[in-house]
């Protein structure tokens, strides 16, 4: 099993709709986690930090259950400028103390009008 | 502030020739690193630092160095370019401070024929 799994997509939308993306992680011992947006032939950009109380950012919810172990993202108000991948990136932090990255594949977004 | 900057945008190599990616920033971060990106392999860190004089391998080093001389420059060696190295490049810069945002560079495009 992968360490950080997300469905691949592409999620299709029309602008105003409200979509949703999953990211399993199987090391219980992940410590935190993060939403990063990549454009195409871009680089990837930090979209938030994933909290345990959850947190939203305009459109933007974030949401984590660390007892099923995955984190989600909710957009919603589709616009546009939202057709991206997002990357869910877990941070796992080892017996001494080394923080180690792991990057899902990334969820593929198309927003239509 | 620029930000974390690479150069070549763009490269096209023989198989066996050499040549050095650069990285710089000016953000005063202590954290660099080095990935590549391919597809349906996702983000793979290549090498990484901790600091001026410090390396370390990341997962997939074989067939690259890297030099930290300086807080701002981290240059990738490329020893002897393989078909097996065309993928996008990465640089990345963080803080040291815990779960910092990564910022990354705009990336190189490598081709190796």
């Known amino acids: 099993r992968k360490e950080v799994e997300q469905d691949p997509g592409p999620f299709n939308v029309p602008e105003g709709a409200t979509v949703a993306f999953n990211c399993t992680y199987s090391?219980?011992?992940?410590?935190?986690f993060f939403w990063y947006r990549q454009d195409c032939r871009k680089e990837p950009k930090l979209l938030m930090s994933?909290?345990?109380?959850?947190n939203e950012d305009g459109r933007f919810t974030a949401q984590l259950n660390r007892a099923s172990q995955y984190i989600s993202l909710l957009i919603r108000d589709s616009k546009l400028s939202d057709s991206a991948t997002y990357l869910c990136?877990?941070?796992?932090?080892?017996?001494?103390?080394?923080?180690?990255?792991?990057w899902g594949l990334g969820t593929s977004l198309a927003v239509n009008p | 502030n620029a930000g974390v900057t690479q150069t070549p945008k763009f490269q096209v190599l023989k198989t066996g020739q050499s040549m050095t990616l650069q990285c710089a920033q000016d953000?005063?971060?202590?954290?660099m690193s080095w990935y590549r990106q391919d597809p349906g392999m996702g983000l793979r860190l290549i090498h990484y630092?901790?600091?001026?004089?410090?390396?370390d391998q990341g997962e997939v080093p074989n067939g690259y160095n890297v030099s930290r001389s300086t807080t701002e420059d981290f240059p990738l060696r490329l020893l002897s370019a393989a078909p097996s190295q065309t993928s996008v490049y990465f640089c990345?810069?963080?803080?040291?401070?815990?779960?910092?945002?990564?910022?990354f560079g705009p990336g190189t495009r490598l081709t190796v024929l």
């Open positions: 990345a810069s963080r803080g040291t401070g815990v779960d910092n945002e990564q910022f």
């Open positions: 953000m005063n971060h202590e954290y």
């Open positions: 630092s901790v600091g001026a004089g410090i390396t």
């Open positions: 090391n219980s011992a992940s410590q935190s």
């Open positions: 994933v909290y345990s109380s959850g």
């Open positions: 990136v877990v941070n796992i932090y080892n017996a001494g103390n080394n923080r180690k990255l792991i």
